[in-house]
T-cell receptor
Framework: DTGVSQNPRHKITKRGQNVTFRCDPI?????LYWYRQTLGQGPEFLTY????????KSRLLSDRFSAERPKGSFSTLEIQRTEQGDSAMYLC?????????????????FGQGTRLTVV | QQQVKQSPQSLIVQKGGIPIINCAYE??????FPWYQQFPGKGPALLIA?????SEKKEGRFTISFNKSAKQFSLHIMDSQPGDSATYFC??????????????FGTGTRLTIIP
């Protein structure tokens, strides 16, 4: 399977615990995105990496959230001191930068997500 | 602040019918408008996308209509099948974000095609 892989698929944790999710993008993709999707809503942008550099973080990403992409390959998203409001599906997407502006537009490929439930 | 508004929230159509899902955006910097299909337990998958320099794009049974002046776009599914039952998201992004083509999604439409 050469798609975007996310682990674990499901995570149940007690409030206050730390959790870490992993995303393995498509191998040649240099861009990696994290999104959060709550029930009945569309995914919301959290953060973005170009290779190993984290270039943008959403205001949704509180200080309890940290993401890394060492060596520009896989990425991890850690949530410290989880709260019930963190319960959501966390989606990872990757894309390959366009050769030149405008065309072709870099398609984002999504993984199946990690569903987090904080009890 | 919701920058992409999507309607309806849910839609039930008989097999063979043409479901239509509508989206409206506010940010005039958006220059790429994809539609994603999501099945339960799966991540979103790109279905079809359009740039604002064309008013319509067809790929198989899926058609996007785009109205730049009204800042609206819609998805039409021709000859709908039960296998098309899924949640559909419109999205928008801009290539002027210095490489960050982050997607702004609508709230989704749960489509059910009944036999």
């Amino acid at each position: 399977d050469t798609g975007v892989s996310q682990n674990p698929r499901h995570k149940i944790t007690k409030r206050g615990q730390n959790v870490t999710f992993r995303c393995d993008p498509i191998s040649e993709h240099n861009r990696l995105y994290w999104y959060r999707q709550t029930l009945g809503q569309g995914p919301e942008f959290l953060t973005y990496f170009q290779n190993e550099a984290q270039l943008e973080k959403s205001r949704l990403l509180s200080d309890r959230f940290s993401a890394e992409r060492p060596k520009g390959s896989f990425s991890t998203l850690e949530i410290q001191r989880t709260e019930q409001g963190d319960s959501a599906m966390y989606l990872c997407a990757s894309s390959l930068a366009a050769i030149f502006w405008g065309y072709p537009f870099p398609e984002a490929f999504f993984g199946q997500g990690t569903r987090l439930t904080v009890v | 602040q919701q920058q992409v508004k999507q309607s309806p929230q849910s839609l039930i159509v008989q097999k063979g019918g043409i479901p239509i899902i509508n989206c409206a955006y506010e940010n005039t910097a958006f220059d790429y408008f994809p539609w994603y299909q999501q099945f339960p337990g799966k991540g979103p998958a790109l279905l079809i996308a359009i740039r604002p320099d064309v008013s319509e794009k067809k790929e198989g049974r899926f058609t996007i209509s785009f109205n730049k002046s009204a800042k609206q776009f819609s998805l039409h599914i021709m000859d709908s099948q039960p296998g098309d039952s899924a949640t559909y998201f419109c999205a928008a992004t801009s290539q002027s974000n210095f490489g960050n083509e982050k997607l702004t999604f609508g709230t989704g439409t749960r489509l059910t095609i009944i036999p």
